[in-house]
């Protein structure tokens, strides 16, 4: 099975930041990623899907690229909202594996 | 609005079996795959697999076969997921999360049933 990594594991970020998140594949996963954030005893919620589509709803400070293997997750200028985990999902064929998560803390 | 809304927190023994239930509203519920995602306490997502609700076709991780059973009740737009010979490692919080029949991607998701076993 292909097999999702994420960098880091957590940061620590004062709003205002800029703030990326990586995400890399074991195999090539085509634009087939998304991320989702979680907050602490919540369900997830998606943010990017096909590695660089926006959900509807979801703030134009997030974005995300890439391609292959390769992927990150931007938030472009973090609010007090933001602090939360992130997990990307690689979608290209089952199973539809996680990566580990990257937690983002107040600084 | 789509609604995933899941049956309450369960407590079991060791061995027992348990049964969690996902009713969805709000969307047709054919159009959708149900996926089903396990979360051990303070632990990342795992994605158990997914069931289409036009063949019943279950598809299952590994690591989530023999134990776990996906089922479907589309006469009540339901979504089931049954564990059997519990064990402490099965505590956890479980989520029923729709998403596109030809794309994995999970759009919308449950708000999670918390499973433990204790004895």
């Known amino acids: 099975d292909i097999q999702m990594t994420q960098s880091p594991s957590s940061l620590s970020a004062s709003v205002g930041d800029r703030v990326t998140i990586s995400c890399r594949a074991s195999?090539?996963?085509?634009?087939?990623l998304n991320w989702y954030q979680q907050k602490p005893g919540k369900a997830p919620m998606l943010l990017i899907y096909a590695a660089s589509g926006l959900q509807s709803g979801v703030p134009s400070r997030f974005s995300g690229s890439g391609s292959g293997t390769d992927f990150t997750l931007t938030i472009s200028s973090l609010q007090p909202e933001d602090f939360a985990t992130y997990f990307c999902q690689r979608t290209s064929s089952t199973p539809f594996t996680f990566g580990p998560g990257t937690t983002v803390d107040i600084k | 609005q789509v609604q995933l809304v899941q049956s309450g927190s369960e407590l079991r023994k060791p061995g027992a079996s348990v049964k969690v239930s996902c009713k969805a509203s709000?969307?047709?519920?054919?159009?959708?795959?149900m996926n089903w995602v396990r979360q051990a306490p303070g632990q990342g997502l795992e994605w158990m697999g997914w069931i289409n609700p036009n063949t019943g076709n279950p598809t299952y991780a590994q690591g989530f076969t023999g134990r776990f059973v996906f089922s479907l009740d589309t006469s009540v737009d339901t979504a089931y997921l049954q564990i059997s010979g519990l064990k402490a490692e099965d505590t956890a919080v479980y989520y029923c999360a729709r998403s596109p029949l030809v794309r994995g991607v999970i759009v919308d998701w449950g708000q999670g049933t918390l499973v433990t076993v204790s004895s």
């Open positions: 195999q090539t996963v085509g634009t087939y």
């Open positions: 709000g969307y047709t519920f054919m159009s959708y795959a």
